[in-house]
């Protein structure tokens, strides 16, 4: 069974960080490319991040680009995982985020996906 997990979410105060993670079973995670997305409240889905299978390169929506870091963890017994590094959130980062899984860094950025992960929620309060 193919899953995906978003953990790591919560409450936090403006200027505060948080870093999400994304685990993966059921399929080789290193074949594909995997994005956050985030969808707050009465908004459309919108991409934040994603990195390539490929070759790890990266992919920042304007809105957080110096202030997310996404990164694959590369130990062998965390392999099937990303992270999302969230500093100096702000309260328009509040959002439920997903992670996802999909084919090539831009089909993932224009919302291609394979599998859908259970999102988690951040709140960022002011």
């Known amino acids: 069974e193919v899953q995906l997990q978003a953990s790591g979410g919560g409450l936090v105060q403006a200027g505060g960080s948080l870093r999400l993670s994304c685990s993966a079973s059921?399929?080789?995670?290193?074949?594909?490319?995997i994005g956050w997305f985030r969808q707050a409240p009465g908004k459309e889905r919108e991409g934040v991040s994603c990195?390539?299978?490929?070759?790890?390169?990266?992919?920042?929506?304007d809105s957080v680009k110096g202030r997310f870091t996404i990164s694959r963890d590369t130990r062998d017994n965390a392999k099937n995982t990303v992270y999302l590094e969230m500093n100096s959130l702000q309260p328009e980062d509040t959002a439920v985020y997903y992670c996802?899984?999909?084919?090539?860094?831009?089909?993932?950025?224009?919302?291609?996906?394979?599998?859908w992960g259970q999102g988690t929620k951040v709140t960022v309060s002011s």
């Open positions: 996802a899984a999909g084919q090539g860094l831009r089909n993932v950025i224009d919302g291609q996906i394979d599998y």
């Open positions: 059921g399929f080789t995670f290193d074949d594909y490319t």
């Open positions: 990195i390539s299978r490929v070759d790890d390169s990266t992919y920042y929506a």
